[in-house]
């Protein structure tokens, strides 16, 4: 993986837990989160040059979620 695209991967990874930090922010609990995907074969073996971040949540109020996670998008956008 070369400097630029660890960059690039940072940066929404930052954007995940922005996003993380919001929905709980507006109320909604996340019991816990892990990467998914691509980026746990990137991660641990650099394996993949992923252009994005794959997150899975585990929530109490999981229904809620879609709409705080709009929010939260929007927000995350408009910085």
Known sequence: MTDDQLRIWETLFQRTLTLIDAV?????????WSFGGG?????????LRG????????LEA????LADAEV?????RAR
């Open 62 to 65: 999981e229904a809620q979620v």
């Open 24 to 32: 709980q922010a507006r109320g909604t609990t996340i019991a816990n």
């Open 39 to 47: 980026t746990v074969l990137m991660r641990r073996h650099r394996h």
């Open 72 to 76: 939260a998008n929007g927000a995350a």
């Open 51 to 58: 252009g994005d971040v794959d997150t899975i949540l585990r």
